[in-house]
């Protein structure tokens, strides 16, 4: 399906590299764009057009937290929650955002709008509890900015998303 889609603009990405399989990570961000997820098919897909294994593409979307393994939520929150932040409070800052959301950590809300997930470093310790957001860094968050940038989201949500989807992200610098 992706290359039936994609097709010149996959072929643009792949003749920017010596190899086919250095594209994977990107490969990966556009069949994660177009699933939902890294799911058997997509990964079976970007391991044909690499022309790898598809081992290799499952190893990645299990190292890399920004590749999903489930099905996740339009915006997926991820809070750091190494020791940097944990001394900063981004343990009860979790609690709170699960009992906010109603859901577990790798939950997902049931109108499908978040998932809320912990991930290790996200490089702003001085600046816990933070969180990234579908690849936005929200910083110095506590309750009530928390509840601001979940308004915020859904607002948005409402009004259509105006922000450049990944596969605009991959390809807008080959323009």
């Avoid at 391991?47 to 890399?64: K, R, S």
């Avoid at 816990?128 to 957001?133: I, S």
């Amino acid at each position: 399906m992706l290359r039936e889609k994609y097709g010149k603009e996959i072929d643009a990405l792949l003749a920017r590299f010596p190899e086919k399989k250095s594209a994977v990570l990107h490969l990966m961000h556009l069949a994660q764009n177009e699933y939902g997820h890294m799911s058997d098919e997509a990964i079976r897909e970007v391991a044909e057009i690499c022309e790898i294994d598809p081992t290799h593409v499952l190893g990645l979307a299990g190292f890399y937290t920004l590749y999903y393994e489930e099905p996740v939520g339009k915006y997926v929150l991820e809070v750091c929650n190494d020791l940097a932040c944990a001394l900063r409070g981004s343990e009860e800052f979790v609690e709170m955002a699960s009992r906010k959301l109603d859901i577990p950590v790798d939950g997902t809300t049931n109108d499908g709008m978040f998932t809320l997930k912990t991930v290790m470093c996200l490089g702003a310790c001085d600046r816990a509890p933070m969180l990234q957001c579908n690849l936005k860094f929200y910083e110095n968050l506590d309750e009530a900015k928390f509840d601001n940038m979940i308004a915020m989201l859904r607002m948005k949500a409402e009004q259509g998303d105006d922000e450049p989807s990944v596969v605009e992200r991959i390809f807008s610098y080959m323009k």
